[in-house]
């Protein structure tokens, strides 16, 4: 039995603990707070420069906040430069990669976590170890095989590449992809595919009717890394075309610099408007991307 005395003796230790607890949680509060608004801080300053005139976001001091809101910027940017043409080759690009991606790197991923084969692991070294390549050590040898089979100058090295589970832009590798979904693959019950094998399904039914659906979540963050991560690129777009019609929206940007003017407050709508498309996406499949990233990279 507790006594009196033992029960007035434990309230100020529970309290202490209470307390302790509390300040625990309030430091990690600031801390992600702190957080939050360092990322922020640079969306914030893009929108709020895309509405201010181009004198304003040049001044110094710098202000946060414009004076008056020049929504005008918005149309003007999109007029400033063929926009339509080069978010829709960005748009192009992107699917083409994502479909690429999941095309080449699911059943790859399917192989090392479900088949059993001899050099299984030795094979998924060296795709590991070409995570490990920086994009520049692969960005010459693409190059030079692209022109002699007479592509360069067309969206075609940057369609076909994801395709043949090559890099995909210096951001996000297949390689990185295959060992996503390989680790997810593998931590799923065995169970499940000897029970299909025994039913008599083959190795693609087991793939598409079984895995996949059980996948969900990290066929989601691939998905949104890779669309992240093309819809971004820079450098092999740079490198790969030469027409200025086929460029995508990220090299399209770089036309409202000139030698001797830039219009910061039409690049800045510009970039906002460029970056909306990724939010949604992000935001739509953050479930799915943070447990998919979670168990895909643990096993």
Same mark, same amino acid.
């Given at each position: 039995?507790?006594?009196?005395?033992?029960?007035?003796?434990?309230?100020?230790?529970?309290?202490?603990?209470?307390?302790?607890?509390?300040?625990?949680?309030?430091?990690?509060?600031?801390?992600?707070?702190?957080?939050?608004?360092?990322?922020?801080?640079?969306?914030?300053?893009?929108?709020?420069?895309?509405?201010?005139?181009?004198?304003?976001?040049?001044?110094?001091?710098?202000?946060?906040?414009?004076?008056?809101?020049?929504?005008?910027?918005?149309?003007?940017?999109?007029?400033?430069?063929?926009?339509?043409?080069?978010?829709?080759?960005?748009?192009?690009?992107?699917?083409?990669?994502?479909?690429?991606?999941?095309?080449?790197?699911?059943?790859?991923?399917?192989?090392?976590?479900?088949?059993?084969?001899?050099?299984?692991?030795?094979?998924?070294?060296?795709?590991?170890?070409?995570?490990?390549?920086?994009?520049?050590?692969?960005?010459?040898?693409?190059?030079?095989?692209?022109?002699?089979?007479?592509?360069?100058?067309?969206?075609?090295?940057?369609?076909? $590449?994801? &395709? *043949? !589970?090559?890099? #995909?832009?210096?951001?996000?590798? %297949?390689?990185?992809?295959?060992? @996503?979904?390989? +680790?997810?693959?593998?931590?799923?019950?065995?169970?499940?595919?000897?029970?299909?094998?025994?039913?008599?399904?083959?190795?693609?039914?087991?793939?598409?009717?079984?895995?996949?659906?059980?996948?969900?979540?990290?066929?989601?963050?691939?998905?949104?890394?890779?669309?992240?991560?093309?819809? $971004?690129? &820079? *450098? !092999?777009?740079? #490198?790969?075309?030469?027409?200025? %019609?086929?460029?995508?929206?990220? @090299?399209?940007? +770089?036309?409202?610099?000139?030698?001797?003017?830039?219009?910061?407050?039409?690049?800045?709508?510009?970039?906002?408007?460029?970056?909306?498309?990724?939010?949604?996406?992000?935001?739509?499949?953050?479930?799915?991307?943070?447990?998919?990233?979670?168990?895909?990279?643990?096993?």
């Amino acid at each position: 039995m507790i006594t009196l005395r033992q029960a007035e003796a434990r309230t100020p230790a529970r309290e202490r603990r209470r307390r302790a607890d509390r300040v625990r949680e309030t430091i990690r509060f600031a801390i992600g707070f702190a957080l939050a608004a360092a990322f922020l801080i640079p969306i914030i300053w893009m929108v709020s420069g895309s509405l201010k005139s181009n004198e304003a976001v040049t001044a110094s001091p710098p202000q946060l906040l414009p004076d008056g809101l020049h929504w005008e910027n918005y149309a003007a940017a999109v007029t400033y430069i063929d926009f339509g043409t080069y978010i829709t080759n960005s748009a192009i690009v992107t699917v083409f990669t994502i479909a690429g991606t999941l095309l080449a790197c699911v059943p790859a991923a399917y192989a090392f976590a479900v088949l059993r084969w001899r050099g299984r692991e030795a094979t998924f070294g060296v795709v590991l170890f070409s995570m490990m390549l920086p994009f520049p050590a692969v960005m010459v040898p693409m190059y030079l095989i692209f022109r002699q089979l007479g592509m360069i100058g067309s969206l075609t090295p940057l369609l076909v $590449t994801p &395709f *043949v !589970g090559q890099f #995909i832009t210096p951001a996000f590798s %297949s390689a990185l992809a295959i060992f @996503l979904l390989r +680790q997810f693959l593998a931590q799923l019950p065995y169970e499940l595919i000897e029970a299909a094998k025994i039913d008599g399904s083959s190795s693609l039914r087991i793939l598409v009717q079984i895995l996949l659906p059980l996948a969900r979540p990290i066929l989601v963050t691939v998905t949104i890394m890779t669309a992240l991560s093309s819809w $971004t690129a &820079f *450098v !092999g777009p740079l #490198i790969f075309l030469s027409d200025e %019609s086929l460029n995508t929206l990220s @090299l399209g940007l +770089q036309q409202y610099q000139s030698q001797h003017f830039t219009a910061y407050n039409l690049l800045l709508a510009a970039s906002t408007l460029f970056v909306i498309p990724v939010m949604v996406l992000f935001i739509a499949g953050q479930k799915y991307f943070t447990s998919g990233a979670t168990s895909g990279a643990i096993k």
